[in-house]
């Protein structure tokens, strides 16, 4: 038999093993059987008394042309946020023409027009955060 010290994380526990010579019939040890976790369940930091609580800033208005959308839309290929509109409403653009810019992942990307027309419709804004998917914009 030997006898061993092992330090597992800060623990040190004193080991014994015997040494067979001869063929074994081992059976696996069954695995132990863990619990789901619990879900978590959101803390929220009390305010101190008389604080007011801060509301949420109302999103800006889309723009839109007598709130009429275009038959051409544009939607966002990514997730990201907006950082600037390259055209307005009313304006006349070709196809490939830059509209917005995105900024995802640390890059700047031109959302572009996929065909000539007029924008009928802006409905993002700068600043605002967009989902892949998301309409950015709409074209006549």
């Not at 030997?2 to 081992?26: D, P, W």
């Not at 879900?39 to 930091?45: I, L, Y």
């Not at 390259?86 to 640390?106: N, R």
Request: a negative charge; proline letters at 11%.
């Amino acid at each position: 038999m030997k006898h061993y010290t092992i330090t597992v994380n800060g623990n040190t526990y004193e080991v014994s093993v015997e040494e067979n010579s001869g063929v074994s019939l081992a059976t696996p040890a069954p695995a132990p059987r863990v619990a789901p976790a619990p879900a978590p369940v959101p803390v929220q930091k009390a305010s101190p008394a008389g604080a007011p609580t801060p509301a949420a800033a109302p999103a800006p208005a889309p723009q839109a042309a007598s709130g009429a959308e275009g038959n051409i839309k544009v939607s966002s290929p990514m997730p990201g946020k907006i950082l600037s509109l390259k055209a307005s409403v009313g304006q006349a653009i070709k196809k490939g023409e830059v509209i917005v810019i995105l900024e995802a992942m640390k890059m700047e990307n031109e959302i572009v027009a996929t065909d000539d027309g007029t924008i009928a419709s802006i409905n993002v804004t700068a600043g605002q955060s967009v989902e892949a998917g998301d309409l950015l914009a709409t074209i006549n």
